[in-house]
């Protein structure tokens, strides 16, 4: 042991993050290498660097079918879902809610702020009912907050659903969704055309890390956490990352017009990675919620997997050692597997959920992935399992 | 599989294992999610181990035990408190935590030998392996190893057992390794200097106000929290100053009692033992027996468990470990009870 042994990665782990497509990196060499002015100045090397960074902000507004004035350019997902329920709690109180199965850069800003949860059904999903329950025991709730795609399930809230269910139940409440992981797998456009703040970032879709937008309905007013020179309409401060918010742009639009036939080509291929580990494994694994040729109420890139007797910190170093690269829970500071709160939300008991591991698909992965990694896990999880779990 | 908590002592290991030409995997165990400030689980530490594997250029894993660590060394630690013991929850973890559930791990990983910085020895006799004491007297770790069995034995390898702490602190800075002068941690790591063990135990257990009285039975003092008192303990006992020091001899919980007396009322003739695991064959005669990490040995007999001292010995709190040694080596050990 020790030495990595493969020299070949095979790498799925796209949910937290995919590779910068060729398309992102090209553009964002070229606008590093043109615009060198600080955007916000007024000779002509800042006002080009000003078109860039407004025509990078049309096409990211294009893709998601919104005005470009919606769009403030963020560094990434997190600083984007704090913007959005810290801005809103700043601007108007209230409560902030949403539900347990969140990303930490939401659930977080809503604890700390002494919000409210909504658990999350068998399925990963938040559905109508329950959150109507903790919208009509609550007074002035001013956002709700719900994931459009879930980071490790991979589960698909139906955000018109909720959203209605919002303006019935706390007419006065802002509805944000976190969608950092939605834009490679559903129609983000139909989905939020009711949602007042949709999250997003470029490193879940293709382009560099440190690069992300919220979308701002128009009317909509934020108490900017970032204060200093206006930019972003005064809702961002800091010198705009244009060569970031270039290739960002270009990411999200190569990913939002082949999403359809990248759903279906991934999504057959974790149909087809899932029924193999369970061909070889036998009842071993479970899918947690995928079901096959369903790619709308879970994300077609995911495989969310629950193997009995073995513990997924084990397989994933095992899976390592073969050059498999994969995750569980979310990982915290330390590299350390955390459990769940996704599962946990979900009602799957700790020891269950132990044995979770996340295989997740991009637009880099290729059917060979599938084969090296239908013969690697398999015989991982067997040694595993012969040795008490890990 | 070295273990690396992030100090000095596992740093060189580490880089002892390397030298020698073994395939050396790093590997921190995450144990703790709250607040710690001289413990192994800080993420600063997790830090230091990592950016030591990488000088190294050895890989570095960090597994989360923290579900065991609650359950195998936090609440006993708490429930030892809350019933007047005086635990050692380093002893705990290194039983179940460095020495059992990891050891499970790093055979289902498939590690042959795992190795720590302790300041220990592993030794070859007849009678197969056996722990002995570091080179380095002041920094002896055995007593906290005493719980090792000789299939554990057999498969550790302890680097640092021939060397002072001194020579690890230059062998770390020739290596301009970044923990060489780090400081150490010798205070329990869940356990934070800020807030102390009063405030952790409150937080989880109901302190109570305990009595002090003499010998006699007459109250002569109390405490806030009789969790917190142990055995021969003489300050913070709400006495009225003008006599010889008084030394706490008995904690009784269940009716919130504590017993002073004199320093002679401390001293016992034997400590009865609840645990007492021999290393290999039984020793019947006399043996060198040490009731502290850093104590000094005194000669007793191990018998229908208890232990027979020699020449009377201060009295153990309950909860501590005694573990018997012949020359440097490690015989076995036990608890003392009440």
Redesign the interface.
């Known amino acids: 042991?020790?030495?990595?042994r493969g020299a070949l990665e095979i790498y799925l782990d796209h949910a937290a993050s995919t590779p910068v497509r060729p398309e992102a990196s090209e553009a964002w060499l070229a606008a590093s290498a043109t615009h060198h002015a600080n955007p916000t100045g007024a000779h002509k090397a800042a006002r080009d660097a000003r078109r860039a960074l407004d025509d990078a902000r049309d096409l990211v507004a294009d893709a998601l079918g919104r005005p470009p004035a919606e769009v403030v350019f963020t560094s990434g997902g997190s600083e984007a879902d704090n913007l959005a329920i810290r801005g809103v709690l700043g601007s108007r109180g209230g409560i902030a809610v949403c539900s347990a199965g969140e990303h930490h850069a939401v659930l977080e800003p809503v604890e700390h702020a002494g919000g409210a949860t909504v658990r999350l059904d068998a399925g990963g999903q938040v559905t109508p009912a329950a959150l109507a329950e903790v919208l009509d025991r609550l007074d002035d709730v001013s956002v709700v907050s719900l994931i459009a795609v879930n980071n490790e399930t991979g589960a698909v809230n139906d955000l018109p659903a909720l959203a209605a269910t919002v303006r019935e139940h706390a007419p006065g409440a802002l509805v944000h969704t976190d969608a950092v992981q939605a834009v490679s797998w559903i129609d983000l456009a139909a989905a939020t055309e009711d949602v007042d703040l949709v999250s997003i970032t470029g490193h879940k879709l293709g382009g560099p890390i440190g690069t992300g937008a919220l979308f701002v309905r128009a009317g909509v007013t934020l108490d900017a956490q970032i204060l200093g020179g206006g930019q972003e309409r005064g809702r961002r401060a800091g010198t705009p990352d244009v060569a970031g918010a270039v290739a960002f742009a270009a990411a999200v639009t190569v990913t939002v017009e082949r999403r359809p036939a990248e759903v279906a080509r991934l999504g057959a291929m974790r149909d087809r990675l899932i029924a193999g580990l369970q061909e070889s494994l036998g009842d071993v694994v479970t899918a947690t919620v995928a079901r096959p040729d369903d790619y709308t109420t879970v994300a077609a890139g995911v495989a969310h997997i629950m193997l009995a007797d073995v513990?997924a910190?084990?397989l994933l170093?095992?899976l390592d050692q073969e050059g498999v690269r994969a995750s569980a829970a979310s990982s915290?500071?330390?590299?350390?597997?955390?459990?769940s709160h996704v599962l946990a939300a979900m009602g799957i008991d700790?020891e269950v959920a132990e044995g979770s591991l996340r295989l997740s698909l991009g637009w880099s992965s290729t059917d060979a992935d599938i084969d090296a990694a239908l013969e690697i896990i398999p015989r991982a999880v067997t040694?595993?399992r012969a040795?008490?779990?890990? | 599989?070295v273990m690396m908590s992030g100090g000095v002592d596992s740093s060189v290991a580490a880089a002892l294992l390397q030298q020698a030409g073994r395939?050396?995997?790093g590997v921190?165990m995450?144990l703790w999610g709250g607040p710690s400030d001289t413990g192994c689980c800080a993420?600063s530490d997790?830090d230091d181990a990592?950016r030591v594997a990488d000088r190294l250029g050895?890989?570095h894993?960090?597994?989360?035990f923290?579900?065991d660590f609650e359950r195998d060394v936090v609440g006993p630690y708490v429930e030892d408190h809350a019933a007047g013991r005086t635990p050692n929850p380093c002893i705990e973890c290194n039983r179940h935590l460095k020495f059992d559930r990891l050891l499970?791990?790093a055979?289902?990983?498939?590690?042959a030998t795992v190795a720590t910085g302790h300041h220990a020895r592993v030794v070859v006799t007849a009678d197969g392996p056996r722990l002995g004491r570091g080179a380095d007297a002041a920094k002896d770790q055995s007593y906290v190893l005493h719980v090792l069995d000789q299939d554990v034995l057999g498969r550790l390898v302890l680097p640092l057992g021939a060397m002072t702490k001194a020579d690890v602190r230059a062998l770390a800075a020739d290596l301009d390794l970044r923990t060489a002068h780090k400081p150490e941690s010798q205070d329990v790591c869940f356990i934070t200097n800020e807030h102390g063990r009063e405030t952790f135990l409150g937080d989880r257990i109901p302190l109570r106000r305990g009595r002090v009285v003499d010998q006699e039975g007459v109250e002569v003092g109390s405490v806030p929290a009789i969790e917190m008192v142990t055995i021969g303990q003489r300050k913070r006992l709400g006495l009225a100053g003008g006599t010889d020091p008084r030394y706490v001899v008995d904690v009784d919980t269940a009716t919130s009692t504590v017993t002073v007396g004199e320093k002679a009322d401390l001293t016992v003739d034997h400590t009865p033992l609840e645990s007492w695991t021999w290393i290999g064959r039984p020793v019947d005669g006399e043996v060198m027996l040490q009731c502290s990490a850093h104590g000094v040995a005194e000669p007793g007999r191990v018998v229908d468990g208890r232990v027979e001292w020699t020449t009377g010995h201060r009295k153990i709190a309950p909860g501590q470990s005694v573990v018997a040694y012949v020359d440097d080596l490690v015989l076995g050990g036990g608890t003392a009870t009440s």
Request: proline content about 2%; hydrophobic content about 35%; charged content about 25%.
């Open positions: 042991m020790g030495s990595d513990e910190e084990a170093f095992l915290c500071s330390s590299g350390a597997q955390d459990p700790r040694h595993l040795h008490g779990g890990g | 599989m395939d050396v995997v921190t995450k993420v997790v990592r050895i890989e894993h960090v597994f989360n923290g579900d499970r791990r055979d289902a990983l498939g590690f």
